[in-house]
């Protein structure tokens, strides 16, 4: 028996190399904004893994950015704008390089006529990114939740993080869950 890992890529479909309860863990950090029918992917997860074993899913935005923008969280936003800003002669000369960037007009061409970032992401807008609500009631068919959890990404470039230290506790903008799939009744 290997403990080697194994990796499958997504289609952005389905699961369909993988026997139904056949892997230990489905792993996702930030991937789900990239797979157009992303609740399918949450189906495929719910069945692929064997009952005990677990779906772990980190992703931005949490529900309360969402929601509520809250102040704090804008307070935070612009506060680490300001800090890592660079000087205004260095993002003018930045904004005009672009200008000669064959990349940078295709990525200006997308947002602005099918809304789409670099990425291909579908968390562009307020109205437009993934529902935590829906992923949990998918999974609630197969998996109980051992952790559920909203948190607030360090985005500050500074080891010691002072701004994200004074922040972390009163705003977030990431949700990680653990899921567990119930063994067959």
């Known amino acids: 028996m ?3 890992p194994n ?11 993988l026997d139904d309860n056949s892997v230990d863990m489905v792993a ?11 609740l399918s992917a949450i189906s495929e997860f719910a069945r ?11 992703h931005e935005m949490a529900p309360h950015y969402w929601e509520t923008h809250s102040a704090a969280y804008s307070e935070y936003r612009e506060a680490l704008g300001r800090l890592n800003a660079l000087p205004l002669a260095t993002r003018v000369i930045n904004k005009l390089l672009l200008l000669k960037s064959l990349k940078a007009w ?18 562009v807008t307020l109205a437009d990114h993934i529902e935590w609500q829906h992923i949990d009631n998918v999974l609630a068919k197969h998996c109980e939740v051992v952790l559920q959890t909203d948190y607030l990404v360090c985005r500050e470039l500074k080891p010691d993080a002072p701004l994200y230290q004074k922040c972390r506790d009163s705003c977030s903008d990431m949700r990680m869950g653990i899921y567990r799939k119930r063994q067959p009744q």
């Open 48 to 58: 692929v893994v064997r009952p005990g074993g677990v779906i772990y899913i980190d």
């Open 28 to 38: 996702a950090y930030s991937v789900l904004h990239h797979i157009p029918v992303y």
């Open 7 to 17: 990796t499958i890529g997504l289609n952005g479909f389905d699961l369909a190399g």
């Open 2 to 4: 290997s403990l080697e």
């Open 106 to 123: 295709k990525r200006m061409i997308n947002r602005t006529l099918w809304g789409l970032n670099d990425q291909g992401d579908i968390h």
